[in-house]
């Protein structure tokens, strides 16, 4: 969800812990948040603890080699800092806002991967909806040796090889996944495929 302040855009993205983190260097900022704030408590938040630009002014670092996010390469800026470590992405790069004592490598694998676990929540909340499949109770992200997912009693394992596929072959896994789930067989399951994504052949 996106919401305007003063011309401003704020991305609020819900999260588990217990306090608000305003991120980012320009519009759109985003707003980590828990689930239960509502817009109006979020804007009058924002209004009195509104966001500085961070990088305007600061040199910075970068990887050498690009880093992938959904078979995209982008360019890592590290921008030093002295508070809790932050990563904002970009159009083409992805800002990283750390301690020098920080494992830039390790905190960007985190960081992608919760990326990637709300990239499939939402698309998931798609298929259920499309396919009136809504028995899906777990969703996690493991690392898997071949497959791309594993289908476990209540919902789904999905491989965090995931974060190198373009957005297009993951929605396809998830939909393979919940035909699977719901015990389709080869037949059903490629008439579904052409019914939703016409070129899914072209995906394997």
């Given at each position: 969800m996106q919401i305007e302040i003063g011309r401003i855009f704020y991305e609020i993205v819900?999260?588990?812990?217990?306090?608000?983190?305003?991120s980012g260097s320009s519009s759109p900022y985003r707003v980590h948040a828990p689930a239960h704030c509502d817009v109006a408590f979020l804007k009058e938040y924002i209004k009195l603890n509104p966001p500085e630009s961070k990088s305007e002014g600061i040199s910075y670092s970068y990887l050498e080699a690009p880093y992938y996010l959904f078979g995209k390469p982008y360019l890592v800026k590290i921008y030093p800092s002295t508070t809790l470590a932050?990563?904002?992405?970009?159009?083409?790069s992805?800002?990283?806002?750390?301690k020098k004592s920080t494992n830039t490598l390790k905190l960007l694998h985190k960081w992608s991967q919760?990326?990637?676990?709300?990239?499939i929540i939402k698309q998931i909340a798609y298929w259920e909806e499309q396919l009136d499949i809504y028995d899906v109770a777990t969703v996690t992200i493991h690392k898997l040796s071949k497959n791309d997912f594993r289908i476990v009693e209540g919902g789904f394992h999905f491989s965090n090889r995931l974060i190198n596929f373009e957005k297009e072959h993951?929605?396809?896994?998830?939909?393979?996944a919940f035909c699977k789930f719901a015990h389709k067989t080869r037949k059903e399951t490629e008439a579904i495929f052409s019914l939703y994504i016409p070129n899914w052949r072209d995906l394997y």
């Open positions: 819900p999260w588990n812990k217990d306090y608000i983190q305003i932050t990563v904002e992405l970009t159009a083409t992805i800002c990283v806002y750390q919760e990326l990637l676990y709300h990239e993951i929605n396809l896994i998830i939909l393979k």
